[in-house]
């Protein structure tokens, strides 16, 4: 349990760190970033398996078109979410990131109902019009719509519902969608090189340096979760994961100085009055639950 409970903060404390990191690179261009993030990860990915010898279960764990089309889609997503993150991260978005994440868990139900034909209770229904409410005061108030929240929030509910047909642990998985994208980043790269517009020559060798480590954590806090999920209850993830989000707004507020008005506090306001009323509802009713984070059913081993 102590075990669990280290992993799971230490997974989504790092995530929550994120816009610290991902400032470092201001100076380059998002879809620079994320190039580099993709093919840091898959070399650090490609460590991981070596060591810890799964090449043979990398190879057999994909089968069929079906498998082969799944993994494509959460490819895409997954490099959708992380371009939209940095991007926002970096244009001093960072609190509609955090916003995303907040309604992510409730998105993600939404999709279920409506793709996997799954079933709501009354407290879930509550908590998706609050949170609808919140997102409708925010954008009725400064008259445009928060259109970074959302699709932070919509790419990962999108990926969870692939991630549900592929369904591999989380390096394995993350090794494929990185794999399959990684032509792309590569050809980019030597693109920016070859055409004289890449901005990583703007970086001090510290920053070169750190970028290197983009790997570590992108794979890191995955392993950390999956490690969390097997020791831990449903109930006590299903909290912790929160701290992700809130660690990203603290972050806005008084290290990036966004501005928190009273709208903002409001429209925050109703979406945790509906994480409150969801998370409660969901532990009385202990329904099979989904990962913020991986999409995935989390499921206790012995």
Not at 30 to 54: N, Q
Request: charged share 10%; proline share 3%; aromatic share 14%.
């Amino acid at each position: 349990m102590k075990q669990g409970v280290f992993y799971a903060i230490a997974a989504y404390f790092m995530w929550g760190l994120l816009p610290l990191y991902w400032k470092v690179f201001q100076a380059m261009g998002a879809w620079e970033i994320l190039a580099h993030r993709i093919i840091w990860s898959v070399l650090f990915v490609a460590i991981i398996i070596v060591v810890t010898k799964r090449i043979r279960k990398l190879r057999e764990s994909v089968s069929g078109a079906k498998m082969i089309g799944a993994l494509i889609v959460c490819s895409l997503l997954i490099s959708a979410n992380w371009l939209l993150y940095i991007w926002a991260v970096n244009n001093d978005q960072v609190m509609q990131t955090s916003l995303g994440y907040y309604i992510n868990p409730l998105i993600t139900v939404l999709m279920g109902v409506i793709f996997l034909k799954e079933k709501m209770h009354v407290g879930q229904w509550v908590s998706l019009v609050l949170a609808a409410c919140g997102v409708l005061y925010i954008t009725i108030q400064y008259g445009e719509f928060p259109w970074i929240a959302l699709s932070l929030a919509l790419t990962f509910a999108f990926y969870g519902l692939a991630k549900k047909v592929v369904k591999l642990e989380a390096i394995i998985g993350l090794a494929w969608e990185t794999l399959f994208v990684a032509p792309i980043a590569l050809a980019y790269l030597i693109w920016l090189q070859i055409s004289g517009t890449e901005t990583i020559s703007l970086l001090a060798w510290w920053q070169v340096l750190l970028l290197t480590l983009a790997g570590v954590g992108t794979a890191l806090p995955l392993y950390w979760f999956a490690q969390a999920a097997i020791r831990l209850p449903l109930s006590m993830v299903g909290f912790i994961q929160y701290l992700s989000p809130t660690i990203s707004l603290l972050s806005a507020i008084f290290l990036f100085h966004e501005p928190f008005t009273t709208t903002h506090l409001i429209s925050f306001s109703l979406i945790w009055s509906a994480l409150i009323i969801f998370t409660i509802s969901s532990l009385r009713r202990k329904p099979a639950s989904v990962s913020m984070k991986t999409g995935a059913p989390i499921k206790k081993e012995a």
